[in-house]
């Protein structure tokens, strides 16, 4: 199998709309959390969520802007960023060679809701006649194809939380069994909308707002946690044939040397131990490793009651009594769940952190579950590690589980990769 090399990374989250300034608040601590803007929040009992500073109009043109949901918009910026920090020129690549993978849960979510105001709220017919085109999950993707030109494999991934780590590990294995070159891979999410809010809350897994402090409202693996903060962005990586990177003197951030995916059939919201687990444990044998060679993972730490103990006991399942040694910490306590897009953007936090040597916190674990007692790094950012490989965890809703590993230094071998 053909190693695969991340040249480029891209993001635009809450926190940062690039790479250096989220990992530089999320190193600090910072919450991107906060009460959202009227008129959202007039209806909502957990009137919070995590935006993004963007506005479509210092990017887009007017005409442009018609055609585009806020998804689309999100992932076309933060495509843009990968491929430019990849420096790569696809005017000089095969483009039939060249190919995109996108994960999204909700797709435009915008639209869709807006399109529901228009018809049954405000009883009217006029709805825009783009609708169809900006709704549509695979509207990023074909996008993104679209403005670069790549001709290679377009695909749109929807497995709810897992999405984009699906959709790169997917995008891996194009590169690895030869059908692709080159791939553009990541997710984006735009779910702060009344309508996905309220859903969201029927379900009874959003957080309560924190009433002294609404940016401390998502707390993973303590005792007082209460549920998720939903948020929104888009986060990219390029992914290239290890050769074809190394032939044109590419600057490789990492090598992409495992990915796992299984699924739970217990039920379409409870995680099991068993196939959190099984899900690790495949992305470590994809990767030629031994559980011993993981430095950092980044947990998929939502906040929810379930979620953070069957996690916990999972990774005690793959590391055994190493586990306490780990370094774990969910930094969806910062940005919030990005539902679809979570993946990307955590597995580009997990990237960054092997290069730097620096571990994100977990924030606002001031009172530890004492069934959640692994090393979550609480509260403060640990730096100067030694890291060689990372571990970055995303399961979801129906039960598709995929876990991405990345290498570097004297751990990047790959050759066993997928």
């Known amino acids: ?122 009883q009217s017919d006029r709805v825009k006649p783009y609708s169809v085109l900006n709704a549509m999950s695979n509207a990023s993707a074909s996008w993104i194809g679209i403005d670069h ?12 939380c897992s999405s984009s780590a699906v959709a790169i590990g997917e995008a891996a294995r194009k590169i690895g069994y030869g059908d692709a070159d080159v791939m553009l891979a990541g997710g984006a999410e735009a779910p702060l909308t009344f309508g996905v809010l309220r859903a969201w809350e029927a379900m009874r897994t959003l957080a309560t707002e924190d009433p002294q402090d609404p940016s401390s409202s998502c707390r993973p693996f303590a005792s007082t946690r209460t549920g998720l903060v939903l948020g929104e962005g888009a986060a990219f990586v390029v992914l290239e044939e290890w050769y074809h990177a190394v032939a044109r003197g590419a600057l490789i951030h990492a090598e992409l040397s495992g990915y796992g995916l299984t699924t739970d059939t217990a039920h379409i919201t409870r995680p099991t131990v068993a196939g959190q687990a099984s899900a690790m444990r495949a992305a470590i044998a994809s990767a030629g490793l031994e559980p011993d060679a993981i430095d950092y993972v980044n947990a998929h730490g939502t906040g929810t009651l379930q979620n953070d103990a069957v996690e916990t006991v999972a990774l005690k399942e793959v590391f055994g009594s190493r586990a306490y040694r780990v370094p774990v910490s969910s930094t969806k306590s910062m940005h919030g769940h990005l539902l679809g897009a979570a993946g990307a953007v955590e597995f580009v936090i997990a990237v ?24 979550y790094v609480a509260g403060l950012a640990r730096t100067g590690l030694p890291l060689q490989t990372v571990m970055s965890n995303s399961f979801a809703f129906g039960g598709t589980n995929a876990v991405l590993i990345a290498a570097g230094g004297a751990s990047s071998r790959g050759t066993d990769s997928f």
């Open 1 to 122: 199998m053909r190693r695969v090399a991340i040249t480029g990374l891209g993001v635009i989250a809450p926190l940062g709309n690039s790479v250096d300034e989220l990992f530089t608040n999320l190193a600090a601590g910072r919450s991107g959390v906060r009460r959202l803007a009227p008129p959202l929040v007039e209806r909502l009992k957990s009137p919070i969520g995590a935006a993004v500073d963007f506005d479509g109009n210092a990017h887009f043109s007017v005409p442009r802007l018609r055609m585009l949901d806020r998804v689309s918009q999100l992932a076309l910026v933060a495509a843009a960023q990968a491929i430019a920090d990849s420096r790569l020129d696809f005017t000089g690549e095969r483009p039939e060679r060249c190919g995109v993978c996108v994960g999204t849960a909700m797709g435009g979510a915008e639209t869709t809701d807006e399109g529901y105001q228009t018809i049954y709220a405000l």
């Open 149 to 160: 030109g790549l001709r290679g494999p377009n695909l749109t991934y929807s497995t709810a």
């Open 352 to 375: 960054t952190s092997l290069k730097r040597g620096i571990v994100p916190p977990t924030m606002h674990l001031d009172s530890p579950d004492p069934a959640c007692d692994l090393d």
